[in-house]
């Protein structure tokens, strides 16, 4: 599947690494999705890009920082992790956020922090 | 915020057997109800929805029912088989909102 692609789908870094993991949507959608799936939480929504603005934050940490330059892609820049954000990071679009519409997801990133 | 709870956690079911998993909102606001199945190792993906102006909606094996005044809906699959094996994933979203709420997810194990 092309719709929603993200890179990379694996990344190992240290708790000082700086890094950043990218999605792109090619459905012409409008609203882009970040989010964190763990044991402990299989679908925890961290942001919402509508029509490039940041819409929703679920009250994530200062150390994931999101960057929506364009309605195609989305980044999330990671610096300073700790152990407990290891998680597989899904990145998902739909043609606008209103809500009431389908989500495409991404494969996902799987992350691994030391 | 919306809220939803998703039972069972984990089901196993005899190939062949039906399956129903059931999830709970409460904003009474929220008027779409999709549902992604997730197999292992891969993304989720969308298998049915339902909006809140229809009480039941059928896909050949599955289907979905929703009760407003109850603020439940539940996904149904009939003649299991193995390949529906996967985490299934509710969610509840109001057309203002601008996000959905997922539930916590179902492990169907079909055995075969």
């Known amino acids: 599947e092309t719709g929603v692609t993200q890179t990379p789908r694996h990344l190992v870094m240290g708790m000082t690494n700086k890094k950043s993991l990218k999605c792109e949507q090619h459905?012409?959608?409008?609203?882009m999705y970040w989010y964190k799936q763990s044991a402990k939480k299989p679908l925890e929504l961290m942001f919402v890009y509508n029509f490039k603005e940041q819409t929703e934050n679920n009250s994530v940490p200062s150390r994931f920082s999101p960057e929506c330059p364009n309605s195609s892609h989305l980044f999330l820049h990671l610096h300073t992790l700790q152990p407990e954000d290891s998680a597989l990071y899904l990145c998902a679009s739909s043609s606008k956020g209103t809500g009431g519409e389908t989500q495409y997801f991404g494969p996902g990133t799987r992350l691994l922090v030391l | 915020g919306e809220n939803v709870e998703q039972h069972p956690s984990t089901l196993s079911v005899q190939e062949g057997d039906s399956a129903v998993i059931k999830c709970t909102y409460s904003?009474?606001?929220?008027?779409?109800f999709p549902w992604y199945k997730q197999e292992l190792g891969k993304r989720p993906q969308l298998i049915i929805d339902i909006r809140s102006n229809v009480g039941e909606k059928k896909d050949q094996r599955i289907a979905v029912t929703l009760n407003k005044t109850a603020k439940h809906f539940s996904l149904h699959i009939t003649e299991t088989q193995p390949e529906d094996s996967a985490v299934y994933f509710c969610?509840?979203?109001?057309?203002?909102?601008?996000?959905?709420?997922f539930g916590d997810g179902t492990t169907l194990t079909v055995k075969p």
């Open positions: 904003d009474s606001a929220s008027n779409y």
């Open positions: 969610a509840a979203s109001d057309a203002n909102a601008g996000k959905s709420t």
């Open positions: 459905l012409g959608h409008n609203a």
